[in-house]
């Protein structure tokens, strides 16, 4: 039996994705890049903006067209919540709760229906892993900060903290098998632990002492529980890789307020401005909405002005795009289309301009690199720095994924470097 899955959406679905993946392959299932070839297409699914939602039901319209015969399963986070539309389109509907399911599928083909939970039930449970030099591992699921725009508090349910022992277990085997860096995940990493009486700095201090791993990333966090302690650790855990993922949204006090963000920008860039004293070299990743209801264009100047001075690598900036169940979508002053569009093409221009600029610093110095496999440009392998920038260099025999290379920079591209091994 073959599988065909197709993946949209942030880390979590990616790790999910990989769940399957694995479960699959452990029953004897191979998979497929042809979904004409399947017997089971799967779709995972993001909700967090509408365009995202809509692409579950063009893929699987796209999927059935390929492939008739085949059994389509829905998946993810649309799934969570519209799976009675699902239902009509696909044979069988997963919800992110239910990814075990996928075991009673994998030993029998005639399964079909709908399987939603609205919690994990055992969330300390240690899901397979494709073998990988980066894995990615949960570490918490769902969200109890309902921000006024965002959907994930109802597709992934409230906060469950896995136990530090099921996490420690799982990254121990990960690296028995190949893993050399982990990716700690959660909707809000920093949040890890409260449950427990056991907080998330605690749990890098001890991923930090496992023996074989060279190196730990973890997203994402909210800057309201970003602390002076996590600061300190990415300073002082040598395998803590220099890069933080800190979303701030908008540079607006009052539009903050209105998104229930829990903090001015005034606090943000204090602990921006401590993380860049006290980390040398740490690169800090953002995530943008622009149009938020109301925005006006004063609201969006002081956006701008936060990118200046932060300076980000890079940002991941959207326009806002009302979701089913949030405060915002009820909001009054929504923004129109081409104005939402218009301060986008703005900011992301901005960006690429602080980023190529960041980029080209880096010619001439030597990084570290963690080599992850072979580069869809040409013959060469690509890995990332520290500062989790993909790095591209030249193939040789002696090179293998999972080597960690002093590379020296010898061009910056759009988004990448391309550099040589010394």
């Known amino acids: 039996m073959r599988f065909y899955i197709k993946t949209f959406g942030c880390q979590m679905n990616e790790r999910d994705s990989e769940k399957v993946e694995a479960i699959l392959e452990e029953n004897g299932w191979q998979k497929s890049d042809d979904p004409k070839t399947a017997d089971l297409l799967i779709v995972n ?229 401590l993380l860049k004293s006290e980390v040398k070299n740490c690169s800090i990743t953002t995530d943008i909405i622009v149009g938020f209801p109301t925005e006006t264009e004063n609201d969006f100047e002081k956006t701008l002005e936060v990118v200046k001075t932060v300076e980000y690598d890079t940002s991941f900036s959207f326009k806002y795009s009302p979701r089913r169940f949030t405060k915002a979508a009820e909001m009054e002053g929504q923004i129109e289309e081409d104005k939402k569009l218009k301060r986008l093409n703005i900011l992301q221009q901005l960006q690429a301009e602080i980023t190529q600029k960041k980029l080209k610093e880096y010619e001439g110095k030597i990084v570290e690199v963690l080599i992850e496999g072979k580069s869809k440009k040409g013959d060469k392998l690509y890995g990332r720095n520290r500062q989790n920038i993909v790095v591209n260099v030249d193939f040789r025999d002696n090179i293998k994924a999972g080597d960690c290379l002093r590379v020296k920079i010898t061009k910056a591209l759009k988004h990448s470097l391309i550099g040589e091994p010394i």
Do not use: W
């Open 45 to 273: 699914s993001c909700a967090v903006r509408e365009k995202a939602e809509n692409k579950i039901y063009s893929e699987i319209g796209r999927l059935r067209f390929k492939n008739r015969k085949a059994k389509i399963v829905a998946m993810g986070c649309v799934a969570q919540f519209a799976y009675d539309r699902l239902s009509k389109v696909a044979d069988i509907v997963i919800g992110t709760n239910t990814i075990d399911e996928f075991c009673r599928i994998a030993k029998d083909y005639s399964v079909e229906g709908v399987f939603i939970k609205d919690k994990m039930e055992e969330p300390d449970h240690i899901f397979p892993h494709v073998k990988s030099v980066v894995s990615f591992v949960d570490i918490m699921y769902g969200c109890d900060n309902f921000c006024t725009y965002c959907i994930v508090p109802y597709t992934r349910g409230r906060e469950i903290s896995r136990k530090k022992e099921a996490i420690i277990d799982e990254i121990k085997e990960l690296v028995d098998n190949g893993t050399k860096e982990v990716v700690l995940l959660g909707q809000n990493v920093n949040s890890y632990g409260k449950s427990l009486g056991y907080n998330f700095v605690d749990l890098l201090y001890e991923v930090n002492k496992i023996e074989g791993l060279k190196r730990i990333r973890f997203t994402t966090s909210h800057p309201k529980d970003f602390s002076k302690e996590l600061i300190y650790a990415i300073r002082d855990l040598d395998k803590l890789c220099e890069h933080v993922h800190l979303p701030f949204q908008a540079g607006s006090n009052r539009i903050l307020k209105l998104m229930r963000r829990k903090y001015t920008i005034e606090e943000y860039l204090e602990k921006v401005f």
